[in-house]
């Protein structure tokens, strides 16, 4: 199977931020930062060649998620990679669905909770180097 672009293409060192995916996650920054980090796994190679070539050209910013999707390539092994998934979700209980979407919400506000420690860390670092030092405490003597 031959996909989209050349192999050689994707040594760019060009790498989108969390910004890209916010619209497709609702705005949410936690969703957006997983979605990366799934992008990342498929672009190890997790997903075979066609969605590591896929994930490789969104995360290097050379191409749109929605923009990828619309790749048959892409999409295709999409679908035949998303299918056994499937079959397990369908054949799961009520209960075990409830389990598995309770998993991902305590993901999603761990996620949250990780975000929000690293822009209030982020926040004091910039506050604390801005601050010049009184004078008080000093003395010659």
């Known amino acids: 199977m031959r996909f989209p672009l050349d192999s050689a293409e994707n040594s760019s060192d060009k790498s989108v931020d969390d910004s890209e995916f916010l619209e497709m996650t609702q705005q949410d920054p936690a969703q957006a930062k997983i979605l990366r980090q799934s992008l990342e796994h498929l672009a190890s190679g997790l997903g075979g060649p066609a969605l590591k070539e896929m994930a490789q050209e969104v995360l290097s910013g050379r191409m749109g998620l929605r ?5 048959s390539a892409y999409a295709e092994e999409a679908v035949q990679r998303s299918a056994p998934l499937a079959e397990k979700w369908a054949a799961m209980s ?11 919400e305590r993901r999603l506000e761990e996620e949250r909770q990780k975000l929000e ?8 670092n910039r506050s604390g180097g801005n601050r010049r030092h009184d004078g008080r405490g000093w003395s010659l003597y």
């Open 67 to 71: 923009e990828a999707a619309n790749v």
């Open 94 to 104: 009520d209960s075990e669905r409830e389990a598995l979407a309770a998993e991902g």
């Open 117 to 124: 420690e690293e822009r209030r860390t982020e926040s004091e």
